[in-house]
């Protein structure tokens, strides 16, 4: 019984993953190439870093780092005035009123809709905090 298990095959290039390298995606859970070790050679097919928000290791594989990637990052960075009014605290029609007054930054779509840009926002929402 000296056999060993046929390695898993990586999810994004389909080539066996050895032990140093072996990781797991936190996107998709799937096995990916990842080299952990600086003293050995390995092949990369996604990424790792530490997420700030949980202080921990984040893997991803290529494939949900490139749809992270993909996604525009100004959409994280625009609000709408539902969005806005959460982020300030504030509520909508507060919201709405700085905006028709000057006081805020916005745009507004075909459909009439108010949008918002974040920092803008938590500006506002700063400079009215003692309101
Ligand atoms: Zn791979
Ligand atoms: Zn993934």
Do not use: K, W
């Amino acid at each position: 019984m000296s056999e060993t298990p046929a390695a898993c095959p990586c999810s994004i290039c389909a080539e066996p993953v050895e032990r140093h390298t072996e990781s797991y995606c936190n996107g998709c859970g799937r096995l990916f190439h990842l080299n952990q070790r600086e003293d050995l050679p390995g092949r990369d097919c996604g990424t790792v870093s530490l997420s700030e928000a949980h202080l921990a290791l984040e893997f991803l594989c290529a494939a949900c780092d490139e749809a992270a990637a993909d996604a525009p990052a100004e959409l994280a960075a625009v609000l709408d005035l539902a969005e806005a009014a959460g982020a300030a605290g504030m509520s909508e029609a507060a919201l709405a009123a700085e905006a028709a007054a000057g006081r805020l930054p916005h745009r507004r779509t075909a459909g009439g809709a108010l949008l918002f840009e974040r920092a803008a926002v938590e500006r506002l929402a700063r400079a009215g905090g003692g309101a």
